[in-house]
């Protein structure tokens, strides 16, 4: 099977380089134990109670690259580091949604969401399908794409849908350290300009501006939101917290 389990690809690697190590300097591994060794980071996988027979849940438990917490998640199925939700549909249950008329308003829900949004199409495809047209299923997939903006990505199979959750967590990582930052010409995208306004609040970067508006929702909120609610995202101490405050409210500290 030419497909290798992705919790597995990193130790046989290291295995290898280890034996290529032992082999070119005439050391043995058990002469590095003074050398300390870097763990990869694990990701924050919190899972809607809907998915607790999900294949991909008992994969991602399985695998190492994940902290696995099952809650009661207002939208989507899955949420990385909480800043990619994920909607998580087989094929059948696609079908089923878009009959039913769950699959449009779960859509408006992700548009809102204040998380990067994604669609999962679960493999395989079951022998049998709901009665519904191929073509309506497809018009289904452009909708999502093109009208609502969300991007579906399709997986073959529980481990493929893993696979897709890992790329989504090491890629949502980067890019926060990539994220806009405020320079002198002001962005067009809507969302950037958010970023950018939360920016000129006192002590708030790209990262930071992200968190909070992941946490809050809308710039209004943000600044709206008095010292307790803003100490509760990360970065934010009772100091920054108060300089915040002062800053939007034009009234400084007693």
């Not at 005439?26 to 050398?35: K, Q, Y």
């Not at 962005?187 to 939360?198: E, G, T």
């Amino acid at each position: 099977m030419w497909l290798v389990d992705c919790c597995t690809t990193g130790r046989l690697a290291f295995q290898n380089e280890t034996m290529s190590n032992e082999n070119r300097d005439g050391e043995s591994p058990e002469s590095w134990a003074d050398v300390a060794v870097v763990p990869s980071r694990r990701h924050q996988l919190r899972v809607d109670l809907s998915e607790r027979n999900a294949a991909v849940l008992r994969l991602a438990r399985e695998c190492q690259d994940f902290d696995v917490q099952m809650v009661q998640l207002p939208i989507g199925d899955y949420l990385i580091d909480s800043g990619v939700v994920v909607e998580r549909k087989t094929y059948a249950d696609f079908a089923t949604s878009l009959v039913d008329g769950r699959l449009f308003p779960q859509a408006a829900a992700l548009a809102r969401s204040p998380h990067r949004p994604v669609v999962l199409l679960e493999g395989p495809k079951p022998l049998r399908m709901p009665d519904i047209h191929p073509h309506a299923l497809k018009g289904a997939i452009v909708s999502l794409a093109v009208m609502w903006r969300l991007p579906v990505l399709h997986a073959r199979d529980p481990e493929d849908a893993l696979r897709i959750l890992r790329f989504l967590a090491q890629q949502a990582g980067d890019s926060e350290q990539r994220m806009l930052r405020r320079y002198d010409r002001k962005p067009k995208r809507v969302a950037s300009r958010r970023l950018y306004m939360l920016q000129g609040l006192s002590g708030v970067g790209p990262a930071l501006a992200q968190r909070l508006l992941i946490k809050f929702g809308s710039v209004e909120r943000v600044v709206t939101a008095d010292e307790e609610s803003l100490t509760q995202v990360r970065g934010i101490g009772l100091r920054k917290a108060a300089q915040i405050r002062e800053l939007v409210s034009g009234s400084p500290r007693p």
